[in-house]
């Protein structure tokens, strides 16, 4: 069972920027799509960026394009999500997912369903 564990959340005022590691053990993630998820208070969890298992193919959120990056390090088992120029809406837990069919592409429409297994999540807190 693989496990995820993230980190490198926190508190920044707008406009600064935070990147979030996302690392497997007891599984591998060579083969599977990776995403990150967001959630604040009152809200659905929601689709942030995914990446192939290749990473030849990356989606974004409309609301992260141009801002946020998803790259991976299969040989350290790790996904990474390097966020800039955020926002006070960004602000919420942060979660990354393995997902629950290896060699099978993400389609974000498909919302966190096709995930089957989560980490526990890091907070990032955007000020104004």
């Known amino acids: 069972q693989v496990q995820l564990v993230e980190s490198g959340g926190g508190s920044v005022q707008a406009g600064g920027s935070l990147r979030l590691s ?11 799509a990776m995403g990150w998820f967001r959630q604040s208070p009152g809200k659905e969890r929601e689709f942030v960026a ?6 030849s193919t ?3 959120a409309d609301s992260v ?9 299969n040989a350290k088992n790790t996904v990474y ?3 800039n120029s ?3 809406e960004d602000t919420g837990v942060y979660f990354c997912a393995r997902h629950r069919d290896p060699f099978t592409r993400y389609d974000p ?15 990032v807190t955007v000020s104004s």
């Open 81 to 83: 999500l390097q966020m």
């Open 65 to 73: 394009k141009g801002r946020f990056t998803i790259s991976r390090d």
């Open 50 to 55: 995914a990446i192939t298992f290749s990473g």
């Open 86 to 88: 955020l926002k006070p």
């Open 109 to 123: 429409v498909q919302g966190p369903s096709p995930f089957a297994s989560w980490g526990q999540g890091t907070q």
């Open 22 to 32: 996302c690392a497997a053990s007891g599984g591998i993630l060579l083969r599977y």
């Open 58 to 60: 990356i989606d974004y």
